[in-house]
């Protein structure tokens, strides 16, 4: 099965410019992940979709950040203006609603560096 | 409020031998416990899970321990390998299909 496909793999802005990621998560899966990972640190959830309503956003900066899922399938995540410690890997991850573990597939990530 | 802790930044094991990663958490509403592995320029990938109705499972060379009166989770890798040099990130969760808490990650390195 393929996997959860990102683009770009790499990005560098200046300040106060604006990025957008795209992510395709694996076919089937319903919940579809925005983590973000600044080195040195564990990745950190950013919003969360169940189809294509979100489940939650609490931990995202709804000013500078936003992110759409559209049909349930693909999704983007938009930061605009970038700021200087936004510089990060963007981890898109996926899964089956189901019992269980709750197992993320994660794709290679986004990395962004704000200059 | 960092609620998953791993202490340790580094890990260096000589390959055959044991590497135990440690993990710690506060929140005591978290009921299930996962690590990933992460190798450079790639995701993270999912390595073992634990529901805190065990206190142990296993899974060929990896065994992850919990202790829930100690808030404490561990995993045990026997013996290692030196493919088995990454990332390793302790993650948490209240219930399943709910969000994932991740610790800041140990990087193992085994040595041939």
């Known amino acids: 099965e393929a996997g959860v496909a990102q683009s770009p793999r790499y990005k560098i802005i200046e300040k106060r410019q604006s990025v957008a990621f795209w992510c395709n998560p694996i076919?089937?899966?319903?919940?579809l992940y925005w983590y973000q990972q600044i080195l040195g640190q564990g990745p950190k959830l950013l919003i969360q979709f169940q189809n294509n309503g979100v489940v939650d956003d609490s931990q995202l900066p709804k000013d500078r950040f936003s992110a759409e899922r559209l049909k349930g399938v693909d999704s983007t995540l938009k930061i605009q203006p970038a700021k200087l410690e936004d510089s990060a890997v963007y981890l898109c991850?996926?899964?089956?609603?189901?019992?269980?573990?709750?197992?993320?597939?994660f794709g290679a990530g986004s990395r962004l560096t704000v200059l | 409020d960092q609620q998953v802790k791993q202490n340790s930044p580094s890990l260096s094991v000589q390959e055959g031998r044991i590497s135990i990663l440690n993990c710690d958490y506060t929140n005591s509403m978290f009921d299930y416990f996962l690590w990933y592995k992460k190798y450079p320029a790639e995701g993270p990938t999912f390595l073992i899970s634990i529901s805190s109705i065990k206190d142990k499972n296993e899974d060929g060379r990896f065994t992850v321990f919990l202790n829930k009166s100690a808030k404490h989770l561990s995993l045990h890798i026997v013996p290692s390998q030196p493919g088995d040099s990454a990332v390793y990130f302790c993650?948490?969760?209240?219930?399943?299909?709910?969000?994932?808490?991740f610790g800041e990650g140990t990087q193992l390195t085994v040595n041939p």
């Open positions: 076919s089937g899966h319903a919940t």
């Open positions: 993650a948490a969760s209240r219930t399943s299909g709910s969000r994932l808490t």
């Open positions: 991850a996926s899964s089956t609603r189901g019992l269980g573990a709750n197992v993320l597939t």
